[in-house]
């Protein structure tokens, strides 16, 4: 992977979004991954990432966000402008990312960071994510790929509710199927006392009809 695939964007020499890229992955990263982050943060802007508003980031201030319109005014089939057609780009760029990380993209929370990242969850944009990403992920959440936290995130989140129904069905099944292969199991028949203390009694028979013969023998011999 390149260094614009592990942060999840396109590439661009805007450093602004490219410290936010970092950043938003930052939270969840640890380790190994973190290390490769900060690389590619170093190979994208040629310097090492800061946690503090330093003075030397002065010229490299984030792009001020587009005005907020009332949430009334906001509808699912706006127009996107340029930034949000740009974040759809970006965000789906980090959730193809994170298909190719089996472990992270089991885990819910990445995905609520990723896809709840104003303004990718305004419904407008929101809606275009969801039409990127459906032949992809959808696909992967029926089969099985993810476990059931992300799939009803998922389901919830782009208003998949067929993929929620479906997932319910299948647990609903599930459960139903563990009911009939525990009803299937017969207990086992436990051997009444007398049989487990069988063995023991024949091998004191076997003893003492040995003794007795060896008696017996030292007698004859003596007489």
Aim: aromatic share 6%; hydrophobic share 40%; charged share 30%.
């Amino acid at each position: 992977m390149n260094c614009w695939e592990v942060l999840g964007i396109e590439p661009t020499g805007d450093h602004a979004r490219i410290r936010a890229a970092y950043e938003r992955q930052e939270k969840f990263a640890s380790g190994e991954e973190l290390e490769r982050l900060r690389r590619a943060f170093k190979e994208a802007t040629g310097g090492e990432p800061q946690t503090d508003n330093s003075p030397s980031d002065a010229g490299n201030e984030r792009q001020p966000q587009v005005a907020e319109t009332p949430a009334a005014v906001r509808r699912e089939d706006q127009e996107l402008d340029a930034s949000e057609r740009q974040v759809v780009r970006e965000v789906v760029i980090q959730v193809r990312a994170l298909l190719n990380d089996s472990s992270r993209s089991k885990d819910a929370q990445i995905w609520k960071a990723i896809l709840g990242e104003p303004p990718a969850d305004q419904p407008h944009v929101r809606k275009e994510i969801a039409d990127a990403l459906e032949p992809q992920v959808r696909p992967m959440a029926e089969n099985g790929s993810f476990p059931a936290p992300v799939v009803q995130f998922l389901a919830g989140w782009f208003d998949w509710y067929s993929l929620r129904d479906a997932h319910a069905h299948d647990a609903d099944e599930d459960d139903m199927e563990a009911e009939k292969s525990a009803g299937d199991q017969e207990p086992q028949e436990e051997l009444p006392p007398q049989m487990v203390n069988f063995w023991p009694a024949v091998i004191g028979w076997i003893v003492g009809l040995a003794v007795l013969a060896t008696l017996f023998s030292g007698m004859g011999g003596g007489g």
